[in-house]
T-cell receptor, first 114, second 111 residues
């Protein structure tokens, strides 16, 4: 069966520090991968998606970047965090064997910027 | 861009059916309706999806109106563990499979 892992579960970082959040998927090959951010009390905002290694599309202009160095690995990064980067970050994957596919989410990383 | 409208909150008595409405009046012929739920501080959980026929699985039933402009998610016997935010999403079936979440409906199941 397929599994998705995100870490860390919680993170507290000072303003101006770098960030690296990692997401890995097991049990499937060539998945679509997604990064979302959720502000407190709000819905999910799609940040990035990837349809393959090295292929990243950004949905909104922001202080963050994403990379996909391996088929099963999706990384969210920042060189200098801003207070507005606080939130709940979620990674998701979907298969590509059928066009109609649900997305499956990880447990998320709660990021607090001080 | 969310293309759906949902009530911000609903209450339901434990053991009763919970009927969660969603309006998607601008839905296109090739767009599917998906439902997810998010229990506090967890990732969203997929529930069900459909195109135009009613669908049922072990979690819920999805009723889509004939004109496809609205749908209802039915939890037949709500439990306290069903308390969550429920999201209705419409999306085109393509290889990018992007989802745009709205604000959802907070379902409060009460004893």
């Amino acid at each position: 069966s397929q599994t998705i892992h995100q870490w860390p579960a919680t993170l507290v970082q000072p303003v101006g520090s770098p960030l690296s959040l990692e997401c890995t998927v097991e049990g499937t090959s060539n998945p679509n991968l997604y990064w979302y951010r959720q502000a407190a009390g709000r819905g999910l905002q799609l940040l990035f998606y990837s349809v393959g290694i090295g292929q990243i599309s950004s949905e909104v202009p922001q202080n963050l970047s994403a990379s996909r160095p391996q088929d099963w690995q999706f990384i969210l990064s920042s060189k200098k965090l801003l207070l507005s980067d606080s939130g709940f970050y979620l990674c998701a994957w979907s298969g590509r064997d059928r066009v109609v596919q649900p997305q499956h989410f990880g447990d998320g990383t709660r990021l607090s910027i001080l | 861009d969310a293309k759906t409208t949902q009530p911000p909150s609903m209450d339901c008595a434990e053991g009763r059916a919970a009927n969660l409405p969603c309006n998607h009046s601008t839905i296109s012929g090739n767009e599917y309706v998906y439902w997810y739920r998010q229990i506090h501080s967890q990732g969203p959980q997929y529930i069900i999806h459909g195109l135009k026929n009613n669908e049922t699985n072990e979690m819920a039933s999805l009723i889509i109106t004939e004109d496809r402009k609205s749908s209802t998610l039915i939890l037949p016997h709500a439990t306290l563990r069903d308390t969550a935010v429920y999201y209705c999403i419409v999306r085109v079936a393509d290889n990018f499979n992007k989802f745009y979440f709205g604000s959802g409906t907070k379902l409060n199941v009460k004893p």
